[in-house]
């Protein structure tokens, strides 16, 4: 009997892990985490006080937002990536998972996702909405039709890091919308890079993420222009003009140097057009933002 109850244990085990996987990979697990992270960074800039309470519903409620987002994109993508060799074994495209299952749990995300970011302050479940409708109603389907779908697609991508200062303050003012300009400028060379390193596999489901359409010299200089502003962006807060949203000139230096460090791999791009700089690009574009992230965390609660 004893062994019986073993078997049917181990059994369990077995089929209930590779569902778990799939959960995880239908709400894009380590992207959730990102966002996550730039939520809570814009919320300790923000707090006057630190609350536990609050980061771990802005935990929770950042996490089911962009994993809500992510289900209904799988599920509104998954003939276009079973076509791609990067995406292909995706829980939907793959069959281990039904469209059905992935709208139960994309439905149940938002749901949770916008009422847990409400028990916060409704300016934040708010904008947790618009981010969901953006991605899903418009990014999404424009990814097909036109390069602009990126520049649809920076909106949502950007709201994270301003949401947790409006989590922690209850407003927008000019902080917020700082915030929001450097993570919305960043957008531009972090996701051209992806199309850049990912554009045969990105052709065969007939996605348009280049500005120009192709790996050429016209989307390279673009992603130096808007590396450049990414970095100017950055600065902007050691200035001054930015209300309550501050940092010091040695905070700024730090920053600096890092877009320094951004910039020169955007030019190498632009001067190799190779997938090897397009690939580094993109390592160097998220360590770039998650480290000014954690830089601006520091000045304030250091200086």
């Given at each position: 009997?004893?062994?019986?109850?073993?078997?049917?244990?181990?059994?369990?085990?077995?089929?209930?892990?590779?569902?778990?996987?799939?959960?995880?990979?239908?709400?894009?697990?380590?992207?959730?985490?990102?966002?996550?992270?730039?939520?809570?960074?814009?919320?300790?800039?923000?707090?006057?006080?630190?609350?536990?309470?609050?980061?771990?519903?802005?935990?929770?409620?950042?996490?089911f937002?962009?994993?809500?987002?992510?289900?209904?994109?799988?599920?509104?993508?998954?003939?276009?990536?079973?076509?791609?060799?990067?995406?292909?074994?995706?829980?939907?495209?793959?069959?281990?998972?039904?469209?059905?299952?992935?709208?139960?749990?994309?439905?149940?995300?938002?749901?949770?996702?916008?009422?847990?970011?409400?028990?916060?302050?409704?300016?934040t479940?708010?904008?947790?909405?618009?981010?969901?409708?953006?991605?899903?109603?418009?990014?999404?389907?424009?990814?097909?039709?036109t390069?602009?779908?990126?520049?649809?697609?920076?909106?949502?991508?950007?709201?994270?890091?301003?949401?947790?200062?409006?989590?922690?303050?209850?407003?927008?003012?000019?902080?917020?919308?700082?915030?929001?300009?450097?993570?919305?400028?960043?957008?531009?060379?972090?996701?051209?890079?992806?199309?850049?390193?990912?554009?045969?596999?990105?052709?065969?489901?007939?996605?348009?993420?280049?500005?120009?359409?192709?790996?050429?010299?016209?989307?390279?200089?673009?992603?130096?222009?808007?590396?450049?502003?990414t970095?100017l962006?950055?600065?902007?807060?050691?200035?001054?003009?930015?209300?309550?949203?501050?940092?010091?000139?040695?905070?700024?230096?730090?920053?600096?140097?890092?877009?320094?460090?951004?910039?020169?791999?955007?030019?190498?791009l632009?001067?190799?057009?190779?997938?090897?700089?397009?690939?580094?690009?993109?390592?160097?574009?998220?360590?770039?933002?998650?480290?000014?992230?954690?830089?601006?965390?520091?000045?304030?609660?250091?200086?």
């Amino acid at each position: 009997m004893e062994i019986h109850k073993n078997l049917e244990t181990k059994n369990l085990e077995v089929t209930s892990q590779p569902f778990f996987k799939d959960f995880l990979a239908l709400t894009k697990v380590r992207l959730s985490v990102s966002v996550v992270f730039s939520s809570i960074a814009g919320y300790l800039l923000g707090a006057e006080e630190v609350n536990a309470v609050s980061i771990l519903l802005l935990t929770m409620g950042g996490y089911f937002m962009v994993g809500a987002s992510n289900a209904f994109n799988q599920i509104i993508e998954k003939d276009l990536d079973a076509l791609m060799k990067r995406t292909q074994n995706r829980p939907i495209p793959s069959g281990r998972m039904t469209p059905n299952t992935a709208f139960v749990i994309a439905v149940l995300f938002t749901v949770l996702g916008i009422a847990i970011l409400y028990a916060i302050n409704p300016k934040t479940a708010m904008f947790g909405a618009i981010s969901i409708f953006m991605y899903v109603s418009l990014y999404t389907p424009l990814k097909t039709k036109t390069p602009l779908s990126v520049f649809v697609g920076a909106f949502p991508g950007a709201i994270p890091f301003m949401l947790g200062w409006v989590a922690a303050t209850g407003n927008f003012g000019i902080e917020a919308g700082t915030l929001f300009m450097i993570q919305f400028f960043w957008q531009f060379p972090h996701f051209w890079a992806i199309g850049w390193f990912l554009y045969d596999d990105y052709k065969k489901a007939g996605f348009f993420m280049l500005p120009t359409g192709k790996q050429d010299r016209g989307t390279a200089i673009q992603v130096v222009l808007y590396t450049v502003w990414t970095l100017l962006a950055s600065l902007i807060p050691v200035f001054g003009v930015t209300g309550a949203f501050y940092i010091t000139p040695l905070t700024a230096i730090g920053v600096g140097l890092l877009g320094i460090w951004f910039l020169y791999h955007s030019v190498k791009l632009f001067r190799e057009k190779t997938l090897a700089a397009a690939r580094k690009l993109l390592f160097v574009s998220v360590a770039y933002i998650t480290l000014i992230q954690i830089l601006y965390v520091l000045d304030k609660f250091i200086r």
